[in-house]
């Protein structure tokens, strides 16, 4: 899973995910269901992998990176969990040869490909009649800095164009929200004004004291409010009948 906001921190909390991972995955719990097939489309090193086993579903990943998907495959070794890694890109035909998903999250990789309708329209027709979709994005294209292009992103999106792109890949939006209001004014000032990417701005002692404490507040404030504002868009989706 890759973080829109650029940070690359390793404080740990007792799941041993980063902050912001940790405040995700806990939406993610909360809108999975409670059993079934999940797949991670674009599941990196694994962090999202060895929850989901943790928890007892049936978990397919899949990430077009050899050695991403190594060190995965060695964090759920680690772990005793298993789960089915397939290498490749999230386009048509990597999925082919597996049964309907009940869930799939896609978090943080969208903004990577360049055809991301035709990715969704993958991830739509992997999942069950009913099926969920749980996607996260970076927000607001004003925001698109030297952070954005170090990273491979080729965009970051608008409400309107994130529903637009769900309903048009054959999906039902049943939830779409502002998320991570903590980085919004730390990326404005690293990405814009002093053209630095946030995760080099982040290793300062001011970001580490202060910042962190705050990002940690208001990221669990967001799991009971929903703000108009943030560094990421999160989506609901599913699949008709």
Request: aromatic share 6%.
């Amino acid at each position: 899973m890759r973080n829109p906001s650029g940070e690359d921190h390793t404080q740990r909390d007792a799941e041993g995910l980063d902050t912001r991972r940790a405040a995700l995955w806990s939406w993610v719990k909360r809108s999975l269901p409670p059993s079934g097939r999940v797949l991670d489309a674009g599941c990196g090193a694994g962090d999202m992998l060895r929850e989901l086993t943790r928890r007892g579903y049936e978990v397919v990943g899949l990430e077009p990176s050899p050695q991403r998907l190594e060190q995965a495959r060695a964090l759920l070794q680690r772990e005793w969990s298993s789960a089915t890694l397939i290498q490749a890109p999230l386009r048509a035909g990597a999925l082919d040869d597996q049964e309907p998903f009940d869930a799939a999250l896609c978090l943080d990789v969208i903004e990577h490909i360049q055809h991301d309708e035709a990715a969704l329209r993958v991830l739509a027709e992997a999942l069950k009649p009913q099926g969920q979709l749980l996607l996260s994005v970076p927000a607001f294209d004003g925001l698109y800095g030297i952070g954005d292009a170090q990273r491979g992103h080729h965009r970051r999106y608008s409400e309107a164009e994130l529903k637009g792109l769900i309903t048009r890949a054959g999906l039902i939006v049943e939830e779409l929200r502002f998320w991570d209001l903590s980085g919004v004014l730390p990326y404005l000032i690293s990405e814009r004004l002093l053209a630095r990417p946030l995760a080099d701005a982040a290793d300062g002692p001011f970001y580490k004291r202060a910042l962190r404490g705050a990002q940690r507040q208001l990221l669990k404030l967001e799991q009971r409010l929903r703000l108009p504002l943030g560094l990421s868009l999160l989506a609901r989706a599913r699949r008709a009948e």
